[in-house]
């Protein structure tokens, strides 16, 4: 089976990073040829573009700004590369429709959030003429953003597979990274933890250093990391930086390659996101049997089993997020075994893998 899976562009995103263990796993089996379409330039130290497996083909367009010289480069490279199936993210799907219709090669999108967050609306009235008119396939990765889809595009869209990640390893930076997780813990009693996601307006994590501010003044022993992009909202990652006061406790680390060495070291997950579908970074955590404290949004609620593999705050508000927390530092979840075998059985990639490889087929034989 050939498949060609297109991106807008490189990020440390989760649909992005989805989109490359999608590929990675697919590439497994020699009966598959796997294509990264990237529309975007690729840049030489992108971490997402060095985990691609060579035995995945990786092209990318270039594409410069808003320019529509890419839809051509689009159905030249499908003409070219003829796939069975192509599968697109987030708004890729946009600048790869006319190529797709004019190909007729079947197409299955992903939605990774709720339908009325991912795009703005002109691309969303798009997409609601797409998988009407033009038997394109719209999937949710979760419950909620499944009931999203179905209100933005039309409740005969039922096609739902869970996120799926690749579960974490250790590097061989992982002796370096617990030498530093040691060095910061002032005694046994201090809680690190740790969260991974873009400093941006979503992930709330304004909020999340405000609360362990207020838990820091309170006099509790706990310690923050947060991971990941401050260039996507600079004017809220300002905000974020500002907002720090205890610099010896709370830190903004930027990118990392080496997450699951971080993730193995620390005593809990954050997650303190407004909305979300269902996040890659809580995934990942759970595959290093770590618990996760998080907001009730999109298809946490699905993952998280408070009390077992982490707990829920009641909302979002700061209030709510400062007690959960308290309850975590009162009385610690710690399920390693139940917390793996829940990722193990529901939420691997290679499960994923599965659903879609079936998906797969089922488009590629109403085409016939």
Not at 12 to 37: P, Q
Not at 51 to 57: L, N, W
Not at 263 to 280: H, K, Q, R, T, V
């Amino acid at each position: 089976m050939k498949v060609v899976h297109i991106l807008p562009k490189f990020d440390t995103g989760g649909a992005e990073k989805f989109c490359v263990d999608m590929c990675n796993t697919l590439a497994k089996d020699s009966n598959n040829h796997v294509t990264l379409l990237v529309l975007g330039t690729i840049d030489d130290d992108e971490i997402l573009a060095k985990q691609v497996e060579p035995s995945v083909t990786m092209l990318s367009l270039n594409k410069q700004g808003k320019s529509l010289k890419v839809i051509y480069d689009i159905y030249a490279t499908l003409k070219k590369l003829s796939p069975d199936v192509t599968h697109t993210h987030m708004r890729a799907q946009a600048y790869a429709a006319l190529p797709l219709i004019l190909t007729g090669i079947p197409n299955i999108h992903t939605i990774h959030n709720l339908a009325q967050k991912e795009i703005g609306g002109k691309v969303r009235a798009l997409y609601k003429l797409l998988y009407n008119q033009f038997k394109f396939t719209p999937v949710a990765i979760s419950d909620e953003v499944l009931l999203s889809m179905q209100e933005e595009y039309g409740r005969q869209f039922q096609e739902k597979i869970d996120n799926g990640a690749k579960a974490l390893v250790k590097s061989p930076l992982f002796d370096e990274t617990k030498d530093y997780f040691d060095n910061l813990r002032e005694d046994s009693n201090t809680k690190i933890f740790v969260s991974v996601g873009r400093l941006s307006t979503q992930k709330n994590y304004l909020m999340m250093i405000q609360v362990f501010e207020s838990l820091l003044e309170e006099g509790l022993d706990v310690k923050l990391l947060i991971i990941g992009s401050k260039t996507n909202d600079s004017p809220y990652a300002k905000k974020c930086e500002a907002a720090i006061k205890s610099k010896e406790k709370i830190f903004l680390l930027g990118e990392r390659s080496n997450i699951g060495d971080y993730l193995y070291n620390c005593d809990a997950f954050c997650l303190s996101s407004i909305y979300e579908g269902m996040p890659i970074s809580i995934l990942e955590a759970m595959s290093a049997a770590i618990p996760t404290i998080s907001t009730p949004v999109g298809g946490v609620v699905d993952i998280i089993k408070d009390g077992v593999n982490g707990y829920l705050s009641s909302d979002v508000s700061a209030e709510s997020y400062t007690k959960t927390l308290k309850r975590f530092l009162e009385t610690p979840v710690h399920n390693p075994e139940q917390t793996r075998a829940i990722f193990d059985e529901h939420y691997s990639i290679d499960r994923t893998v599965k659903d879609y490889t079936k998906l797969y087929q089922k488009v590629m034989a109403n085409e016939k």
